[in-house]
């Protein structure tokens, strides 16, 4: 499986817009752009979810990050990216510029405790950064049961978005997760999702995102989709070790055993014919499109031969051959 994260900071509560309310010729005082980076003298400045322009840049020059308020408003207004400064905790030098201090508010590096969801996530990795963040394990449970789902929905897992999430202080567990949720129902391509197909229901599209997130490169997406449906159409069994590396919860195994595709579980594809009963993981943007989009073709079968080289096939014959191959390879190590 291919996962990447998705690189800007979802935040609950957007920060205030940069609006221009004063005016004149007068230059704000500034430290020089060049000022040097030292890690010696940080500061931890808590941003406020709704905070207005000039609140954030009288916060910085109170905490002596920057040499005047004026100096950072200004550079905010010239600059869109500043409406993308997320509320919460952001780590800062002092006495750096203006545009220095823009950098590292815009930087994800420098929010502590920053919840990742990777593409491909489970819901059960997603417990445990909220666990790191401070939620205590109630609070997290309690956030699960009672969070929001979009009609037709049960469960959460599929359903939380792959970004980078920052909370202002006091969030509680049950809005951040509800956050990452909405954030989901907000995407284009998931709205389109939500209102499923002739085929599929919402649910089951989502599912066989989970899928084809965790068992191809992006370049294939659309051709992985493509066998699960010619799979299902005929009634063959999926047979995706993906789905039961979802039940184990591992990552990176190439090799699955014989007595694994034997594990007692809905979401084993190898004993249960259909979809397994819900996602196995938090799909991106493309596989969510490919989803819904699969490329034409007849394949039934596809398998990685070697790290890049994924081949799709009709045949039994020419899958096995392949097979063979890629038992070759792995044995030489190709895969580590």
Request: proline share 6%; charged share 20%; hydrophobic share 40%.
């Amino acid at each position: 499986m291919k996962s990447r994260l998705v690189t800007i900071v979802i935040c609950l509560g957007l920060v205030g817009a940069f609006f221009v309310s004063r005016s004149g010729p007068s230059i704000a005082p500034d430290y020089p752009t060049n000022t040097v980076i030292s890690s010696s003298s940080e500061v931890i400045i808590d941003i406020p979810s709704g905070s207005a322009g000039s609140d954030i840049a009288k916060l910085l020059f109170d905490n002596n990050v920057v040499k005047s308020s004026d100096a950072f408003f200004r550079v905010a207004v010239g600059d869109k990216r500043s409406e993308k400064i997320a509320p919460g905790n952001h780590r800062l030098t002092q006495k750096i510029s203006a545009q220095q201090a823009l950098e590292q508010l815009l930087d994800p590096n420098r929010i502590p405790n920053l919840i990742r969801i990777y593409e491909g996530g489970w819901k059960s990795e997603v417990v445990t950064s909220l666990l790191k963040y401070g939620f205590s394990a109630s609070e997290i449970s309690k956030a699960f049961t009672v969070a929001q789902l979009p009609q037709g929905f049960t469960q959460t897992e599929g359903l939380l978005f792959p970004a980078q999430y920052s909370f202002a202080k006091g969030t509680t567990a049950t809005a951040a997760v509800q956050a990452m949720i909405d954030r989901f129902m907000h995407e284009p391509s998931a709205q389109q999702l939500l209102q499923g197909s002739k085929e599929f229901k919402p649910s089951q599209l989502l599912t066989i995102a989970s899928i084809v997130q965790a068992e191809g490169d992006i370049e294939d997406f659309d051709k992985v989709s493509r066998v699960i449906r010619n799979r299902l159409a005929i009634g063959m069994p999926l047979q995706l070790d993906s789905t039961v590396h979802f039940i184990k919860k591992v990552r990176g195994q190439i090799f699955l055993s014989t007595q694994s595709t034997l594990i007692a579980s809905p979401y084993n594809t190898y004993k249960k014919y259909g979809l397994p009963p819900g996602p196995i993981g938090s799909p991106g943007l493309d596989a969510i499109n490919a989803a819904m989009n699969p490329a034409v073709g007849d394949w039934l079968y596809f398998i990685t031969v070697a790290p890049g080289d994924t081949r799709f096939t009709k045949s039994l014959d020419e899958f096995n051959s392949w097979k063979t191959l890629y038992e070759k390879n792995r044995k030489a190590g190709a895969f580590k």
